[in-house]
């Protein structure tokens, strides 16, 4: 009998530790496996709230002073080459020159009315419109010396007096320096904004005022 246990123990040695090393390679196995599944995890739950947080974030406090100043500044430099562009139907004597007035007239009142919807939502102050009419060109002047490009109360009435050929030059001249001013507005609130529709804007502005000085020169160019 004991020569029997002997051998039995002999044999089941080996066999537990045979066993024990597969357990101890599985565990190992498991762990390698899951370690660093766990840890993706864990980053992902920990990145996971950051995500919406920061979204949530970006769109609660998604501008700055910059896109602000650029919307109060940028609408009624707006509103004063409307008040321009207006007096060309009935005082340019150029097809062109109308057609160009119209085109910025065009585009520039909507992006009024847009910029104005972006400072009621940040609750910041809208500039008082004192009218686009004739009568309210001299109210104008009290923004020429903080943007660049705005004309002068003396320069909205001189081009208010002229018609003709001499309205179509003295518009023009006007005109593209005005743009000038707002496309360096524009590069500025590219540069330093962080409102994403407003800089999509500034680059429209740029784009398309740098285009129409080129068409403005050419049509001096031709007189």
């Known amino acids: 009998m004991a020569t029997r246990r002997s051998l039995i123990r002999r044999i089941a040695a080996p066999a537990a530790v045979v066993t024990a090393a597969l357990v ?13 599944s766990g840890h993706s995890g864990h980053g992902m739950g920990s990145m996971s709230p950051a995500g919406p947080s920061g979204s949530a974030s970006a769109t609660k406090g998604g501008h700055n002073a910059q896109d602000v100043t650029f919307a109060q500044e940028m ?6 080459a409307v008040t321009m562009a207006g007096l ?7 097809q062109d020159v109308k057609d160009l007035a119209a085109r910025i007239e065009k585009a520039q009142a909507p992006e009024i009315a847009t910029m104005s919807g972006w400072l009621k939502a940040w609750g910041a102050k809208v ?5 686009s009419g004739m009568e309210s060109m001299p109210g104008m002047d009290h923004s020429g010396s903080s ?4 004309m002068s ?6 081009l ?9 030059k003295a518009f023009l001249q006007m005109m593209i320096g005005h743009h000038e001013g707002a ?3 524009a590069r500025t609130e590219q540069a330093k904004g962080a409102y994403g529709p407003a800089q999509t804007m500034a680059k429209s502005i740029v784009t398309s005022q740098s285009a129409e000085i080129t068409e403005m020169k050419k049509m001096l160019g031709e007189r």
């Open 24 to 36: 101890l390679t599985a565990c190992g196995g498991s762990d390698s496996s899951s370690a660093p």
């Open 75 to 80: 609408i009624p430099h707006h509103r004063q």
């Open 88 to 94: 060309a139907p009935s005082r340019a004597a150029s």
């Open 127 to 131: 500039p008082d419109d004192s009218g």
């Open 147 to 150: 943007m660049p490009g705005m």
């Open 153 to 158: 109360d003396g320069d909205m009435k001189k």
């Open 160 to 168: 208010q007096k002229l018609s003709g050929d001499a309205f179509d």
């Open 183 to 185: 496309i360096a507005m």
